[in-house]
């Protein structure tokens, strides 16, 4: 059973930064895609951030020029670097990996295996 074990979340300010990781228990060669997604009360999933194998990347326009994402394949672990953090940026961070093909995650967030999510708070 793979497991993926998301870190780095808390209670920043606004305007502040954060770094979430995303380690798998196995070899993240192993996936094609990787993936944050967040879920705020009350609204439906959406994909924040993707890599590819190929490290193609894909964004929501939302935090397009605030948040990057990188991958350590020697850590196994994935990234997800948050900057310029709005309250709207406010909720449960969870990374998602696509064993599959790249193309089913980038384009019908198609992913395999998902992590338990860790809370992201964005408050003065």
């Known amino acids: 059973q793979v497991q993926l074990v998301e870190s780095g979340g808390g209670l920043v300010q606004p305007g502040g930064s954060l770094r979430l990781s995303c380690t798998t228990s196995?070899?993240?060669?192993?996936?094609?895609?990787l993936g944050w997604y967040r879920q705020a009360p009350g609204k439906q999933r959406e994909l924040v951030a993707a890599i590819s194998s190929g490290d193609s990347t894909n964004f929501a326009n939302s935090v397009k020029d605030r948040f990057t994402i990188s991958r350590d394949n020697a850590k196994n672990t994935v990234y997800l670097q948050m900057n310029a953090l709005k309250p709207e940026d406010t909720a449960l961070y969870s990374c998602a990996a696509a064993r599959s093909s790249a193309y089913e995650a980038f384009v019908n967030n198609k992913y395999d295996y998902w992590g338990q999510g860790i809370q992201v708070t964005v408050s003065a």
């Open positions: 196995e070899s993240i060669l192993n996936f094609n895609a």
